[in-house]
């Protein structure tokens, strides 16, 4: 089958807040499409309606249906239709849904082109301040357990620019987890990228922890961590305290959480381990050596 015998999968990105994001040719393929395969039809309709796109054949395919829903699309592609895929907002299958379906949709024999456009990952990265000329996307991380917790571990600790989402619910844990490990790293997290409360909390790991907390506003969360090579900063007693804290909290001994905190913030071993001293001595501990 060649490209002139089966049809047309747009990839179209749509707005992750702001409607006026949406671009001319998302307009224009959205309204040109047979079908729209969207995550979620109510939202997509709502799309179409702010667009004054009239409503084609709507296929719902979301992360539970997906597999099943691609055999359907491609059918539709090798009969020559020309359709669109969409997620609820952004890029699709950009921790979204999608690859599936354009899997499905190359192995039909169809064009598959992109429509690009709202991203969060991007709009963030571009925002942080910090390099992009080599990064990593984790996407949501593993939601509980062993999995989550090695995960964010590797996070902290490797060294290059790294991108991840989150969800209201799951933000301040993270962030205090992260800060356990790598208290110095800097970070920028971005709430509601585009849209009407849009904000923006930059700091050290161990600083952004401690402005957001535990009252996470509505919306999900983008965390741009900034490469383990920025520029030197000199952390303060009160920095140096709370990343000892967080790492004796986790069963560390006095010793290796010296060694750590003193690494990742980039102070004396001696003045980490003095102040450990202190805290332990506060908690009613035992010297450990």
């Known amino acids: 089958m060649t490209h002139r015998d089966a049809g047309i999968l747009y ?16 307009r224009r393929a959205l309204a040109e499409a047979d079908f729209i395969a969207a995550e979620d039809t ?34 539709r592609l090798a009969r020559g239709e ?6 609820d907002a952004g890029t ?19 064009r598959v082109i992109p429509v690009p456009g709202p991203s969060a990952l991007t709009a963030a990265l571009s925002a ?10 984790h996407g949501f ?5 062993r999995a989550r917790a090695a995960a964010i571990r590797a996070l902290a600790e490797a060294p290059e620019t790294a991108v991840l989402f989150e969800s209201p619910r ?5 962030l205090l987890a992260m800060a356990g490990v790598a208290p110095g790293r800097d970070c920028a997290v971005f709430r509601e990228v585009t ?12 600083e952004v922890a401690d402005r957001v907390g535990s009252g996470a506003g509505r919306g999900e969360y983008v965390v741009v961590l900034g490469p383990e090579d920025a520029p030197p900063r000199v952390a303060g007693e009160a920095e140096i305290r709370r990343a000892l804290s967080a790492r004796l909290g986790e069963g560390a001994t006095l010793a290796g959480a010296a060694r750590e905190v003193a690494r990742a913030l980039g102070v004396p071993r001696a003045e980490a381990y003095r102040l450990g001293l202190i805290l332990r001595k506060g908690r009613g501990g035992d010297d450990d050596g």
């Open 141 to 145: 991380l593993p939601a509980s357990g």
């Open 82 to 87: 020309r359709g669109a895929l969409v997620t």
């Open 92 to 110: 699709p299958a950009i921790a979204d849904p999608g690859a599936r379906v354009v899997r499905a949709a190359l192995d039909a024999g169809a």
């Open 11 to 26: 990839v179209v990105a749509t707005p992750i807040g702001n409607l006026e994001d949406v671009s001319p040719r998302a």
């Open 195 to 206: 849209k009407l409360h849009e904000e923006a909390v930059r700091g050290t790991l161990a």
């Open 42 to 75: 109510r939202k997509t309709r709502k799309l179409l309606s702010h667009l004054g796109v009239r409503t084609p054949t709507m296929l719902s395919c979301f992360a539970g249906n997906e597999a099943r829903r691609s055999g359907e699309i491609a059918e």
């Open 128 to 137: 942080s301040g910090f390099s992009a000329d080599g990064f990593r996307f």
């Open 170 to 174: 799951r933000i301040g844990p993270l």
